[in-house]
């Protein structure tokens, strides 16, 4: 398993931009394709973008597509998600994870390493 630890998370007004980082460590991190998730309070956790370890697609969820964009640095074993164009609606804890495989990468059943999570708020 990979080990994940989040940062880059904070508080930004609608309109403002963020980035996520995700520190990986173990020597999977190069193997694995990797997830940004999010869980709003009273919610459950949904998927926001995921890039495969091989050839590295990228997928998003419609409500973040052209906002948001997940990248990688295996040299760093780092995942990042660059986050513009920010709205309230975007507020919740975000957690990236680890998946050994590239299928169904956009469900929580596919993951097997998850990082503590990072919270953003987007005040209005």
């Known amino acids: 398993q990979v080990q994940l630890v989040e940062s880059g998370g904070g508080l930004v007004q609608a309109g403002g931009s963020l980035r996520l980082s995700c520190a990986a460590s173990g020597h999977t991190f190069s193997s694995s394709s990797m997830g940004w998730f999010r869980q709003a309070p009273g919610k459950e956790r949904e998927f926001v973008a995921a890039i495969s370890w091989i050839g590295g697609r990228t997928y998003y969820t419609d409500s973040v597509k052209g906002r948001f964009t997940i990248s990688r640095d295996n040299a760093k074993n780092t995942l990042y998600l660059q986050m513009n164009s920010l709205k309230p609606e975007d507020t919740a804890v975000y957690s990236c994870?680890?998946?050994?495989?590239?299928?169904?990468?956009?469900?929580?059943?596919?993951?097997?390493?998850w990082g503590q999570g990072t919270q953003v708020t987007v005040s209005s």
């Open positions: 994870a680890a998946s050994p495989g590239i299928k169904n990468i956009a469900t929580t059943g596919a993951y097997d390493s």
